[in-house]
């Protein structure tokens, strides 16, 4: 069965601190690699990854995908309280798209 | 560029009452498009989406139903509401390739009473 597994579920970081989110991923004819940051509304895109050990960065966030190992990682540098979001990663192949239940983290000043 | 806009933003509505959530899309022809619901601690489930006019596929059985009268307008409907629909509806783009990139519609937050 196609799933998307997240972790950690929740975490509380201060801020200046750098995090790492996780997502493990088994989706059947895989395509593509999705991270969203949802906040109090609907989630905003941040990176759709396809290629394995791309990096690809906007400002202080920066994601990566292992195609071989099954995974990606989200970084955060420098985190700012305005980052407290749940960050959602989602896996799809040409026929569907499976969602990760999120990480929620909150950045404490 | 291309919008997405949901009407209305916040709804309640007594159970039993019908319901209609509309979704419409500026800037893009030919999307495909999807229906979301996100119930409190709770993640995002698919409920429909739509690769066309007309072509409407229901990944849960529900209460509810879509439909897609025109390209770039699809819409959430239900004939009586159940308590547990409640919930914070997203209505989704992306290019007619699933897998691609989906950009969210600001939402509908529905309770039902």
């Known amino acids: 069965e196609d799933k998307v597994v997240q972790s950690p579920l929740s975490l509380v970081v201060h801020e200046g601190d750098t995090v790492t989110l996780n997502c493990s991923y088994e989706?059947?004819?895989?395509?593509?690699l999705l991270w969203y940051k949802q906040e109090k509304k609907a989630p905003t895109f941040l990176f759709m990854l396809?290629?394995s050990g791309i990096e690809k960065k906007s400002g202080r966030l920066s994601s990566i995908l292992d195609k071989k190992e099954l995974f990606s990682i989200l970084n955060i540098t420098a985190t700012q309280t305005g980052d407290s979001a749940v960050y959602l990663c989602?896996?799809?192949?040409?026929?569907?798209?499976?969602w990760g239940l999120g990480t929620s983290l909150a950045v404490n000043p | 560029s291309q919008t997405i806009h949901q009407w209305p933003a916040t709804l309640v509505q007594p159970v039993g009452s019908p319901l209609s959530l509309e979704c419409t899309v500026e800037?893009?022809?030919?999307?495909?498009l999807y229906w979301y619901r996100q119930a409190a601690g709770r993640g995002l489930q698919l409920l429909f989406y739509?690769?066309?006019?007309?072509?409407i596929s229901s990944e849960v059985p529900q209460n509810l139903s879509a439909s897609r009268p025109q390209d770039r307008q699809f819409i959430l409907s239900s004939k009586k509401l159940l308590l547990s629909d409640s919930g914070f509806y997203l209505c989704?783009?992306?290019?007619?390739?699933?897998?691609?990139?989906?950009?969210f519609g600001p939402g509908t937050r529905l309770l039902v009473l």
């Open positions: 989704a783009w992306s290019v007619r390739v699933v897998g691609e990139t989906q950009y």
């Open positions: 800037g893009t022809s030919n999307p495909n």
């Open positions: 739509s690769v066309g006019i007309g072509q």
């Open positions: 989706v059947t004819n895989f395509r593509s």
């Open positions: 396809t290629s």
């Open positions: 989602i896996g799809g192949n040409n026929r569907k798209l499976i």
